[in-house]
């Protein structure tokens, strides 16, 4: 299997820069001549806007000591492009006139949070020229990664005080350039260093709108292609037509594409409220249902989110069970209420936004909603084009791009990076706060280390190794949930602590073993002991009916209602039960056991607890 990064570099956006408009380009021009931008897979640049650029800004002008000397060796402009990279963290390639200038970080390490800028080679040399910000002349042949420059080597000099503060290098001959941090006793380790080659930055600054028209032909061609697309899988399947809309730029753009090509009586929009969306993103969703003329749907999921938290515990990236409970489950059951016959879902998903979205068809069936046929018109553009089509096409903007965020959604997606998080506690510190304090809480009744929450280990419950070096802790929960949990086995005899009152218990996990006729054969009775249940079976389980059985009673004493299972049952055998969680329909049910792997504590909560094995192990 290939690795994310060599799926990413085979699937990598090319973009070009014109060098006499001194703009991007979303392909070679036959106008003036153009350089493809160097950038780091995959690729996928964007325009920086609003508060993003004024945090960029900000921080190169606390780089170089002040606005003064950064703005006499960069060209301060109104387009600059950013470019997400691998990094513990948040980190960004600055574009700034076709040069990769520097990168834009969000440093973790040493136990603190903070911004920084790491200058890169175009940048380096115009530092090294003009002698400002901090750079070092160097008495050396050559420079090379890893090497550390001693005090008595450096001829010219300006160092910071703080170590580990970036400083451009040179040596004396101009032959070779890099990047270095200091060291104690004014020695500078050398981070990155390249042999010298020419470099020019523009004199022209156009607006966003001037790219806009030099790309005005390459947008019209990709617009055309989509909306072709669209018609072409709407002939091909003839179903009802909905545009999954997530309040993203992707959407707003794959929206309008639907509209274009079927007209608004053809489109309805499908939005998802989680419980936690940003406040301004459900405005934003009704204003722009109704400025595009087309019907709304929403799939609302209320408070579950809030509820499921208490028996999963908090969310994970590779423990993501807020996805089935505050998405997939709503979207479901509003799915098959309104479209029992299928549905066409478009959506805005990129193939340069992911390892997983790259090698995604541009059609497929969704493996996670029944009868739901998906396609992504914008498969194929890059981060660029939707900017420039938004531009072009003067479409309405959420609001929260201009606040600094790239990324909308859930605003406590595991996903998300402490960049992002400094993003959300500086807009929105309610917010922040509630989802710290609740993650503050769960990590002292584990006894859990600070750096848990305040370095964001709660986004993984095996984090990657470089996380777990940066963040210098390794204290990692045992479990991150609350639900049942098989606690002892004998020969015929299995202890589970259901973590709920018992208030019919033993005719509850008898109903869930409806859907497992085999295992619920070897049952010989369910009896309330001391708190917990006794399982008593008429010969040994093998292990694979030991987990049935756990995922069963996880299913009979913790069920949050979502009805997932509902939604899949074939033969509409599930319902909601009065005294809490859901019934099986014993007289109707098949005994497909399809219910029990769709739950998502049947799901997820075996797999958290695998996987905290392995990292306790690790």
């Known amino acids: 299997m290939k690795s994310k990064i060599e799926v990413l570099k085979r699937v990598a956006a090319t ?18 001549p153009s350089a493809k931008l160097r950038l780091s897979p995959p690729g996928d640049c964007r325009p920086s806007l609003g508060f993003h650029t004024k945090l960029l800004f900000k921080i190169l002008e606390e780089y170089f000591g002040s606005a003064g000397d950064a703005w006499r060796v960069l060209p301060r402009r109104k387009i600059v492009l950013a470019n997400k990279i691998q990094y513990p963290d948040h980190a960004e390639e ?175 929009v499908l939005f998802n409220n989680t419980g936690i969306e940003f406040p301004e993103t459900i405005e934003y969703v009704y204003h722009v249902a109704e400025s595009m003329g087309v019907k709304i749907l929403v799939a609302d999921a209320g408070d579950a989110f809030w509820r499921a938290v208490e028996i999963f515990g908090p969310p994970a990236r590779d423990y993501r069970w807020c996805c089935k409970v505050a998405k997939l489950a709503p979207i479901g059951r509003l799915l098959k209420e ?33 009868k739901v046929m998906a396609a992504s018109p914008i498969l194929d553009w890059t981060a660029l084009a939707v900017w420039l089509y938004i531009y072009w096409r003067r479409l309405p903007v959420n609001k929260l791009y201009y606040m600094g965020f790239d990324r909308l959604g859930c605003w406590l997606c595991p996903a998300v990076e402490l960049g992002e998080l400094d993003l959300l506690e500086r807009w929105k510190p309610g917010l922040a706060k509630k989802w710290a304090s609740y993650l503050s809480s769960f990590a002292s009744e584990r006894g859990l280390p600070k750096a848990w929450v305040d370095m964001g280990l709660w986004r993984w419950i095996l984090p990657p190794k470089d996380i777990l070096r940066v963040a210098g802790e390794d204290g990692l929960p045992e479990s991150r949930d609350h639900a049942v949990l098989l606690i002892e086995e004998g020969e015929t005899r299995y202890v589970l602590r259901t973590g709920r009152s018992l208030e019919g218990s033993p005719s509850r996990l008898l109903n869930m073993l409806s859907s497992l006729p085999l295992l619920k054969e070897k049952v010989a009775a369910v009896e309330e002991a001391g708190g917990h249940l006794l399982v008593a079976t008429k010969r040994p389980l093998t292990e694979e009916e030991k987990k049935d059985l756990e995922k069963a009673a996880l299913r009979a004493y913790n069920c949050l209602q979502c009805m997932e299972c509902a939604t899949w049952c074939p033969q509409q055998a599930i319902v909601l039960d009065p005294k809490g969680g859901v019934r099986i329909l014993e007289d109707i049910c098949a005994g497909c056991s399809l219910c029990n792997r769709k739950c998502p504590l049947a799901e997820y909560v075996p797999k958290a607890r695998e996987l905290a094995r392995r990292a306790k192990a690790s």
């Not at 973009?15 to 003036?32: D, F, I, K, M, V």
């Not at 390892?355 to 996670?368: C, F, I, Q, T, Y």
Request: net charge positive; aromatic share 10%; hydrophobic share 40%.
């Open 15 to 32: 973009t070009y820069w014109g060098l006499s408009s001194n703009s991007p380009l979303l392909r070679e021009s036959s106008s003036e």
């Open 94 to 268: 600055i574009v700034i006139d076709g040069q990769v200038v520097g990168h834009l970080i969000y440093d973790i390490s040493r136990g603190e949070r903070r911004w920084r800028f790491r200058p890169l080679y175009a940048l380096v040399g115009r530092m090294i020229e003009e002698e400002a910000g901090y750079f070092a002349v160097v008495d050396a042949p050559k420079l090379s990664r890893g090497y550390v420059i001693k005090r008595s080597r450096l001829l010219k000099k300006n160092l910071p005080e703080r170590r580990d503060e970036y400083v451009a290098l040179a040596t004396s001959d101009m032959r070779y350039l890099g990047v270095g941090a200091v060291l104690r006793g004014e020695r500078i380790y050398v981070l990155k260093s390249w042999t010298r080659r020419l470099y020019s930055f523009g004199d022209k600054d156009p607006s966003i709108l001037e790219a806009v028209r030099r790309n005005e032909d390459a947008l019209r061609e990709m617009e055309e292609e989509a909306i072709a697309f669209v018609q072409s899988i709407y002939e091909k399947f003839r179903l009802p037509v909905v545009v999954s809309f997530s309040g993203g730029k992707d959407s707003l753009v794959t929206l309008k594409i639907a509209v274009e090509a079927l007209g608004p009586e053809k489109v309805a």
């Open 338 to 370: 309104n479209f029992p016959d299928g549905v066409l879902s478009l959506v805005g998903q990129r193939r340069f936004e992911s390892a997983s979205r790259a090698l995604s068809p541009r059609v497929w069936r969704n493996a996670w909603l029944p």
